[in-house]
């Protein structure tokens, strides 16, 4: 991982390279983004923000990413702070928590346009992904850490969006990405009544790196059930990005599920046709909305979390019945439902090539 001159103060970095900062730095999130930019063709690592690790080396929390770490250390919110307004541009990822995020990238945004500096945000956590401060905190439960800075963001995800308006992006989240890349196809098109049945089986890394009794070995293995069923906090955020995508009104009744697996999300859409519909039908309408994404594999075989887990693509199939349709999406949640998706926007902001440095494919047999 090449640590850019600004970082060290010393200059400017080379032209070709955009520095990246990553917030939330131990987490699972900001370890995906780190793999993810070790190899990415514009984007380079300036600085890692650990608020809990400051000085100690990358590679003590992220064992499996030694060798593209080297000797980088985490930095303390004073050197990022001090890195960003020493660039004059700079692609800001956001992994820390909920509640935390807003106030956060505020006063690293407030810090740069202080030094004339312009950073771009993708912030991964909730904080931006409601329009309105009051809309947050029905479902948060507490305010909202910088209500002016909500009309910066726009919250989708890039297969949703053609032409981005605001400067900054809040990623929709891994569940609300799976949901929606699978729903928003059947709203838009005026296919299905607007509810929408949805069950999702998330793996272990969904919850952090913070160990909690849902996320303990012994309990989660070999062992499938569900949790907050139909009152997640995602589904007020599924429905928010459905009608800005899709332009209807629908309401989401979401179940998500445990899975006993570390990496990936499956999501299962349902709900009624509007007009009859047959399953090649269904896959047709699927495979024309999703023309010219590259990441999204529309197939009439069932997607498998194996075959997405670790990536940025997500596979989609569903069937039909004349009455009914089930949309299934897999995806790697670390991925494509946050460090991917993220990279995917950051891309899409500095006018690179959306699929600049995500086009691994799974491994396969994990
Ligand atoms: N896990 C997923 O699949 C997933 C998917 C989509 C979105 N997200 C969102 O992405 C974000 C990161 O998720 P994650 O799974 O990586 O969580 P995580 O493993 O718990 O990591 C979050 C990191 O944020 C930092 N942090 C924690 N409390 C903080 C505080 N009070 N102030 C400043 N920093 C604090 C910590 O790193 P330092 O102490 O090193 O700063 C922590 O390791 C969350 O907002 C989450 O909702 C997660």
């Known amino acids: 991982m090449t640590i850019l001159p600004a970082a060290r103060g010393a200059g400017a970095e080379p032209s070709n390279t955009i520095p990246a900062v990553v917030l939330g730095g131990t987490g699972y999130v900001a370890g995906e983004l780190l793999r993810l930019l070790s190899t990415h063709p514009h984007f380079k690592v300036g600085a890692v923000l650990s608020d809990s690790q400051p000085g100690e080396p990358l590679a003590e929390a992220f064992p499996h990413l030694a060798a593209a770490c080297g000797d980088t250390r985490f930095a303390s919110q004073a050197e990022v702070q001090q890195f960003m307004t020493r660039s004059p541009r700079c692609a800001l990822f956001c992994a820390a928590p909920h509640g935390v995020s807003a106030q956060l990238i505020d006063s690293l945004l407030s810090a740069a346009s202080a030094a004339g500096t312009c950073p771009r945000v993708v912030d991964i956590s909730a904080d931006f992904r409601f329009s ?174 194996k075959d997405v887990a670790t990536t940025n693509y997500a596979h989609l199939s569903a069937a039909a019945n004349g009455r009914t349709v089930a949309v299934m999406c897999a995806i790697d949640n670390l991925n494509k439902g946050a460090a991917g998706g993220a990279v995917q926007w950051m891309n899409r902001m500095w006018d690179l090539p959306q699929t600049s440095g995500l086009t691994a494919t799974a491994p396969g047999w994990t």
């Open 132 to 305: 309105s401060a009051a809309a947050y905190e029905a479902v948060y439960k507490h305010p909202h850490g910088a209500p002016a800075r909500l009309p910066e963001f726009t919250c989708a995800v890039p297969e949703h969006l053609g032409k981005l308006e605001t400067a900054h992006v809040a990623h929709p989240g891994c569940f609300s990405t799976a949901t929606l890349l699978a729903s928003v196809p059947l709203l838009s098109l005026g296919l299905i009544a607007p509810t929408l049945f949805v069950s999702g089986v998330t793996g272990s890394t969904g919850a952090g790196r913070k160990p909690v009794a849902g996320t303990h070995h012994p309990l989660r293995h070999s062992d499938l059930y569900a949790y907050n069923a139909l009152s997640h906090r995602h589904a007020p955020e599924i429905e928010a990005c459905a009608r800005a995508a899709s332009g209807v009104e629908a309401q989401f009744a979401f179940v998500p599920h445990s899975g006993p697996f570390a990496r990936g999300i499956h999501v299962t859409v349902q709900a009624q046709l509007k007009k009859p519909l047959d399953t090649g039908g269904l896959l047709a309408a699927l495979r024309e909305f999703y023309a010219g994404s590259p990441f999204i594999r529309v197939a009439s075989s069932a997607p498998r979390v």
